[in-house]
């Protein structure tokens, strides 16, 4: 039986677990943080010597340099220079290698190793580099993985639980999913609060008194455009599909906006906007632990994909994976995993899971 569990926070029998962090801004910063509190032993890997020896000196790391024996490597360059990164990585150490960058299609269509699972941090500050880097920067946050079919049982499961152990609330999509989902919840809205605030900006120029009268609405729709500007062209070029669609529902839904102003149409504007209330009330916080929680027992085959699968479906669903085991059969090529699941919601992935061949059991857990 292979089992890992969300506590990967301590020794391995070797000693403390090793982990390369290469790139540390803000994001690889904080992991190497968050990672040296929970007991890793941390290396800093930087093609600036001089942020290399900062993250010592800040305590984001215990040395520099990439260790050729680390259980885990993070990459957290920026987009353009991941999926390079990811390959030196897989050839100079022999560990787990993920990423932290918010386009994956890309990347993980690249690389073709079990050693290897996308990742993606849903989490950020108005502070930038090194110097922003914080422990608990992912505490509540969503961390994405994307698996794919050669993705290794043991580097889902092992990264999955170093992400849970920052903190964060793992979810398992498809690359491409990805790309578009998160082209719709943070790129487009990044290149609009950037249009908006530039907007009012070069307005500013004939009406000075503007940009003093900007009260908390606009501020927060425009915090978002304060973030490193270096790092969004690499996105934007790397996302470049998924974000022209939204851009162009965007524009779309503005439209129509103008449309219910021009004609005065007071029943449409209010629908519009009653609407938005109420699906901006109803935003998830995030899925957090389930008090009442059921066991599901899937028979698989011993093939690669079948992790990725279950993990993805689960996503599509809206059904949170709280734990993972997966017990391996010592004849034929078969095995179960185990699923730790909110109880409220284990009817919902049996069906999906039934649907698609498998033959699950659910039990609930006192």
């Not at 690249?110 to 880097?133: E, L």
């Not at 009653?274 to 899925?287: E, F, I, M, Q």
């Amino acid at each position: 039986m292979s089992r890992w569990s969300d506590d990967v926070n301590d020794r391995s029998e070797d000693g403390p677990r090793r982990v390369n962090v290469i790139g540390t801004g803000l994001i690889g910063g904080s992991i190497g943080l968050a990672l040296r509190d929970r007991g890793w032993h941390v290396s800093a890997y930087d093609v600036d010597p001089e942020v290399e020896r900062q993250a010592v000196l800040l305590g984001v790391a215990d040395e520099t340099g990439l260790d050729p024996d680390a259980d885990v490597t993070v990459v957290a360059a920026p987009v353009g220079a991941i999926s390079e990164l990811v390959q030196l990585a897989l050839t100079k150490t022999t560990g787990l290698v993920t990423d932290v960058g918010s386009t994956k299609a890309a990347i993980c269509d690249g690389v073709d190793n079990p050693r290897f699972i996308g990742g993606h941090p849903m989490a950020g500050s108005d502070q930038d580099g090194i110097s922003g880097a914080r422990a608990d920067l992912f505490s509540q946050a969503m961390w994405v993985l994307t698996p794919s079919e050669s993705t290794s049982e043991e580097a889902f499961a092992t990264i999955r639980a170093m992400v849970t152990s920052l903190g964060a609330e793992s979810i398992a999509l498809p690359p491409a999913v990805h790309d578009e989902l998160v082209a719709q919840v943070s790129h487009v809205p990044h290149l609009t609060s950037a249009a908006l605030m530039n907007l009012a900006a070069s307005t500013s120029v004939e009406h000075r008194p503007l940009l003093r009268l900007a009260a908390g609405g606009f501020r927060d729709m425009t915090r978002i455009s304060a973030g490193r500007a270096a790092i969004w062209p690499d996105i934007c070029v790397a996302n470049r599909e998924a974000i022209v669609v939204g851009l162009d529902r965007l524009i779309d839904a503005l439209q129509a906006t103008r449309t219910l102003v021009v004609d005065g149409d007071r029943a449409g504007l209010y629908s519009l906007l009653d609407t938005a209330r109420t699906a901006r009330l109803n935003l998830p916080v995030g899925y957090g632990q389930a008090e009442n929680a059921s066991e599901l027992a899937v028979p698989i085959p011993d093939r690669p994909g079948e992790i990725a699968a279950i993990a993805t479906l689960a996503a599509e669903l809206d059904v949170n994976i709280l734990d993972l085991e997966i017990s391996h059969s010592g004849e034929g090529a078969q095995g179960v995993m185990l699923l730790v699941v909110d109880a409220a919601k284990g009817e919902r992935l049996v069906g999906g899971l039934m649907a698609r061949g498998y033959r699950p059991t659910l039990r609930e857990l006192q």
